[in-house]
């Protein structure tokens, strides 16, 4: 049956204007006013804008990571996205441990199939990239439509690449027509600064955050550049939180570097001070790179809206606080790295953004779901509103004020980093491909129905360069 959505406001990245838009199948078949269709049900909109759905290009589903393992899974991470208006993520595959690609990323879609309720890409990790590695990459990522790969310059006991890693990486990628995502902290001086802290007794959660200076995301971000120019490659940065990334950024950009940037929800809203709490409840702010200092905050913000960053990511990757998050009780370095973010990423955004007046309506669209959908090779069937684009659409209430508690959220994780922020706005129903997965604030969507998306190489057209940034 179609579906028509009649009187709502939408918005993409360019217009924002009064329609109806008439949806059959997967697709959007119609925009226009005063549409009309026997066959439809009909969703009355009034009110609400109409937003593309989400894209999400910074998720960590079912992830081993620090001795443990994520606990929001591909059900539940995806039911709360979806809670939240993304109807697409891209997921990190991590490729350690398993002795060929081909293997990693079978077991990456064992976790999805079955469990998704959103559609879905995957990034592929690297941490090696010897002989054996090169030679089946291209045809792994040909295989399964993977246009970007993922190369951590942190975590010096886990993932951390180095620098003759990460240059081959730009290289490979170039050759892929790929986009390199890097993790741009400098890990073995976190390392160094780690062991002399635990050295001198300090085992409380705020070293986390004092023993990864801004500075170490700053140099491994100039770091990142230089080698991404070298290799005449292309950069994206993820979760830049700081002052010291953003001005890397920002003059990489005005020389023309392919460079682009990322940041997250809690780097725009919460600061350092969060990771002082007593009883040990600094642990449920600990992820990397950490929460700055209040300043830095105005420093992203006028980074997105000056196109300097481009996207949000969640960079969801949660731990219970009664739970794995312990694991850190009486040493700050055993604590894992991450937070629940999947489900409030959009509605922040458009909170703190839009309705502080910082970002205008076509902007926040831009930042969290377009660039990313460019970025990834995924525009124009995701990433806006258009005749023959996915029916991926979020019906919005821009007014409803509400409280963000872990009470009510629908990830599977025993705390919200965000509890008791007032907000405005909430999606009201969210369609993927023409498909209700929440309808009035309840989920009916189905766990597999999301789709696994081969995306498009950023030499087809997927990337913009840097002067044609928006702004
Ligand atoms: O602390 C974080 N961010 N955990 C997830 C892994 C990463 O670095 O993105
Ligand atoms: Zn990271
Ligand atoms: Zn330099
Ligand atoms: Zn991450």
Redesign the pocket.
Known sequence: MKKLIKNGIVVTAADTYEADLLVDGEKIIEIGRNLTADDAEIIDAKGAYIFPGGVDP?T?LD?P?NNTVTDDDWETGTIAAAFGGTTTIID?CLTTGDDTLEKAVARWHGKAEGKAAIDYGFHLMLANLDEKVLEELPLLLEKEGITSLKV?M??AKEFQADDRTLFRAFKAAKEAGALVMV?CENGSVIDELVTKALAEGHTEPIYHALTRPPEAEGEATHRAIELAHMADSQLYV??VTCAEAVKQIAEARAKGYKVWGETCPQYLVLDQSYLEKPDFEGAKY????PLREKHHQKVLFDALKAGILQTLGS?Q?SFNFNGKKQLGRNDFSKIP???PFIEDRFSIFFSEGVKKGILSLNQFVDIVSTQPAKLFGLFPEKGTIAVGADADLVIFDPEVKRVISAKTHHMNVDYSAFEGMEITGEPISVLCRGNFVIKDKKFIGQPGSGKYLKRKKINQGALQSPTAATV
């Open positions: 910074h960590h992830m990571f990190f951590f942190a975590y993790h993820v979760h600990v992820w990397s790179p960079d990757c790295n991450g937070g």
